[in-house]
Nanobody
């Protein structure tokens, strides 16, 4: 399966963005969002079960970000509210994990190309 992330952009602190991750085919795997800031490793953001019934978040985004998916559209979303400058990063979506919650990049075997999110102070 191929993934395409979109929706990134430049936003002021306190603002909102909604990222999308479209899959080329039907994915029945759990999916996840990660992010990578310049000079840093890839950091877990959130994951969602294939059914959409359960989600799990990094402490740094809990209460501000919401992950959802629409399996009829083969698309996962990340609604980001109350954005902070430290949320600035390239955001990646991934799928293929075999347990939940999977929080390491090594747990996923298919990745999208990333979308840049920049939050100005």
């Amino acid at each position: 399966v191929q993934l395409q992330a979109s929706g990134g952009g430049l936003v002021q602190a306190g603002g909102s963005l909604r990222l999308s991750c479209a899959a080329s085919g039907r994915t029945i795997s759990d999916m996840g969002w990660f992010r990578q800031a310049p000079g840093k490793g890839r950091e877990f953001v959130s994951t969602i079960r294939w059914s959409g019934r359960d989600t799990y978040y990094a402490d740094s985004v809990k209460g501000r970000f919401t992950t959802s998916r629409d399996n009829a559209k083969n698309t996962m979303y990340l609604q980001m509210n109350s954005l902070k400058p430290e949320d600035t990063a390239v955001y990646y979506c991934a799928t293929g994990s075999r347990f939940f919650p999977a929080t390491s990049p090594r747990d996923y075997d298919s990745w999208g190309q990333g979308t840049q999110v920049t939050v100005s102070s």
